[in-house]
C-alpha cells in the first residue's frame, strides 16, 4: 500500500478547479488552500465528501468537530442516547447545558455553529440489522465510533457489503485502536476478529473506566484517516493496526492482512 490511494471522491473533481468557494470558505480554509500537497482542489473533495459517524460519544465527538472545521460538506450522525454528565469529561461536542438532550441534536447545532458550510443529517435512532443499509447508502466514508462490540459486527458486513471504507477506533482505559477497513486488498474487521467474543469476555468503558483524553487522541487519528481517504493525500491506515498507550505515549504498529477466507470479505 505504498502508493498513493485514489480519493474516493475523484469522481466529481474537476482538475484545476478551483471550486466554487466562498469569500468567507476561502478565508476559512485559507490555511489548507495554501498548503501544496493540499489546496483548492483536495479542499473541493472534502466539501463534496460524504461522512457518516455511528456514534457520537467519546470518539465521535473529535471526529466531527475536526471534520466539520476541516470542511466536509456532510456529516451524518447515528446515536440514539442523550447526553449525560457523565459524558462530560470526554465528550467535548456537549457541554453542561446539553445535559438530557438527545445526543445527535447537541452536536448538530454545535457543529453548525462551528461551521455552517457544513451539512449535519441526524439519524436518532440505534443501528440495527433492519436500518443499517439505508443508513449507511449514499455515504462515502464510514466512521466507527461504537463502544459496543454486536454494532461493530453489524457494521463491519454492511460497509463491506456496500464497499464503503471504514475508519475504525476503539478506546478502552489507557488503551486504543486505529486502522482502517474495507479498502481494496486491505483486510475487514472480521479478518481480525472472525467471531464476536462471548458477552461476558467483552469489556466495557462504563464499567472499567476510559481517561477522557483517550478517545481525543484516537478521534483526532480517525479524522486524520478520513480526511486523507476523501482528499487522497498520504498514506492511509490500510493493513496496519495503530495500538496507543496512553501511560507510556508508546505507539506499536501491526500488520494485518485481508483473510482469504474471511467469511465476509473472503473469496467465498
Ligand atoms: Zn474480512
Redesign the pocket.
Known amino acids: 500500500m505504498e502508493e498513493h490511494v485514489k480519493s474516493i471522491c475523484d469522481k466529481d473533481v474537476v482538475a484545476g478547479s478551483d471550486g466554487p468557494f466562498s469569500n468567507d470558505e476561502n478565508w476559512r480554509y485559507r490555511r489548507h488552500l495554501t498548503l501544496p500537497e493540499f489546496g483548492p482542489e483536495a479542499q473541493q473533495k472534502l466539501k463534496r465528501g460524504r461522512v457518516l459517524l455511528i456514534g457520537a460519544g467519546g470518539l465521535g465527538a473529535p471526529v466531527s468537530i475536526y471534520l466539520a472545521a476541516a470542511g466536509v460538506g456532510t456529516i451524518g450522525l447515528v446515536d440514539f442516547d442523550t447526553v449525560d454528565l457523565s459524558n462530560l469529561q470526554r465528550q467535548i461536542l456537549y457541554t453542561t447545558q446539553d445535559i438530557g438532550r438527545p445526543k445527535v441534536q447537541a452536536a448538530r447545532d454545535h457543529l453548525q455553529a462551528l461551521n455552517p458550510h457544513v451539512e449535519v443529517q441526524v439519524h436518532e435512532t440505534r443501528l440495527g440489522r433492519k436500518n443499517v443499509a439505508s443508513i449507511l447508502e449514499g455515504y462515502d466514508v464510514v466512521v466507527d465510533g461504537t463502544d459496543n462490540i454486536p454494532t461493530r459486527y453489524l457494521l463491519n458486513d454492511a460497509c463491506?457489503q456496500l464497499g464503503l471504507p471504514q475508519v475504525h477506533g476503539s478506546v478502552f482505559r489507557f488503551e486504543g485502536r486505529v486502522t482502517v477497513f474495507g479498502m481494496p486488498q486491505g483486510?475487514?474487521?472480521?479478518?481480525l476478529f472472525p467471531d464476536p467474543p462471548p458477552a461476558e469476555l467483552t469489556p466495557d468503558c462504563t464499567e472499567e473506566g476510559v481517561l477522557g483524553v483517550l478517545p481525543g487522541l484516537i478521534g483526532l487519528m480517525q479524522a486524520n484517516e478520513t480526511i486523507k481517504l476523501l482528499t487522497g493525500i498520504g498514506r492511509p491506515l490500510v493493513g496496519r493496526l495503530l495500538m496507543c498507550d496512553a501511560l507510556s505515549l508508546t505507539f506499536r504498529e501491526l500488520q494485518v492482512a485481508?483473510?482469504p477466507k474471511?467469511?465476509?470479505?473472503?473469496k467465498a
Open positions: 463491506v483486510p475487514c474487521y472480521r479478518c485481508r483473510d474471511c467469511p465476509v470479505c473472503g
